[in-house]
């Protein structure tokens, strides 16, 4: 049978191909748990549900699903996120796939509803979401599918808020693991990963100078501490703007300077939104920004750098693909990144293979647990081991050896020999 799919050009997918070859080496996690599970066949049965930026990485974490198993259909998570070579080899590959970059609003809807419809002979019965997204629309316009739902693994710190506030209000009916909580997701993809391809998104967009500018950094959680980590090694003197007493105060500790964005926008050439909250850069900042300074965001949804007002009241002139100089009412000009859409996958490609792999193995085997086990409702965490496990699988990559415990060492920190190495409350 035919594969259902709408992507921009399945001509691409040699090349995507190609390209997902390159990223299986460089995602040792994923090609492990393919090992592990793939004879088994672990998640037969599973029709999962896949809602993530349709990049390379994801090429690979989706066929990982299929290799153990599952039938899977996939949209973006982000109407811009999309890699079109990453969704034709998928095609091709005989994966139903419903991703463009580019999408419009309208077209990002359509697309999550083809992924949510399995056709007449099965039902999703699985969630692996980024962001929320296919999780509010399966709940809000597919009840008799969402009642069939087995469970959600959920990526992002905005899609974990999401289902935090429907677990208070009662309305979620079935587990969900929060992925972006286990260390070597949100310590590793949203601080490593962004310090990489934050920058790498600003450069393609504006080939900019980062040394010796002054870079404002919204937002001091892990994607704000990566990006912040970057500017500065690119020799930004960067300033960092928070609500919260503790990251001010590690920010601080850093060594950057913590203020307000009101006093932040009299100094700032480069802002970077990395909040997950909305309004961080509104009309009031705007007007005051020094002339031709760029604004990005990073956190997940386009709502920190309030674009509607730029589209309603400035002049835009588009520079080139995700690259807009916009001439405020007052004369006053600033040039925004991706329309505020997440910076790194709009004027780049994300993150690089290896850090997603760590991502992704936490996703994989959150789906395993899901199918596998019950779970109350509720939103649920991987173990320690769990996330040990992930880590140890990406340590021969980069020849890592670890020492081990011996067993007096053992007894006197008092842990097992083989970990988990640390109690579940600590922060690392
Ligand atoms: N682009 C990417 O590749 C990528 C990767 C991971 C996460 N994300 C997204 O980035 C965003 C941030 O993720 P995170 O893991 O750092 O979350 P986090 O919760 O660790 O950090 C967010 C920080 O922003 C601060 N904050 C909230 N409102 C603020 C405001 N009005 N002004 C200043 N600071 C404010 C919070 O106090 C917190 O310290 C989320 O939307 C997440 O989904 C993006």
Known sequence: ????????????????????DIAENEMPGLMYLREKYGPRQILAGANIGVCMSVTIQTAVLVETLVALGARVRLCSSNPMSSQDHAAAALVAAGLPTFAWKGETVEEFKW?????????????????????GELTATTMKNNPNIWEGIRGISEETATGIHRLEKLSRSGELKIPAINVNYSVTKSKFDNLYG???????????ATDIMVAGKVAVVAGFGDV??????SLRAFGARVIVTEVDPIAALQAAMEGYKVTTMT?????????VTATGCINIIKEEHLLKMKPMAVLCNIGHFDVEVDWKYIKDNCEIEQIKNNCDLCTLPNGNKVVVLGKGRVVNLTCAQGHPSFVMSTSFTNQVLAQIELWTKTFPPGVHLLSRIQDEEVARCHLHKLGISLDTLSLEQAEYINVDRNGPYKPDYYRY
């Open 263 to 271: 006093e932040a926008v009299k100094e700032g050439h480069i802002f």
């Open 194 to 204: 962004c310090r990489e391809s934050l920058v790498d998104g600003i450069k393609r």
């Open 111 to 131: 697309c999550i509803n083809q992924t949510i419809n399995f056709g007449k002979e099965r039902q999703m019965n699985m969630i692996m979401d980024d962001g």
């Open 1 to 20: 049978m035919a594969v259902p799919y709408k992507v921009a050009d399945i001509g691409l997918a040699a090349w995507g191909r190609r390209t997902i």
């Open 224 to 229: 704000g501490k990566g990006c912040a980590q």
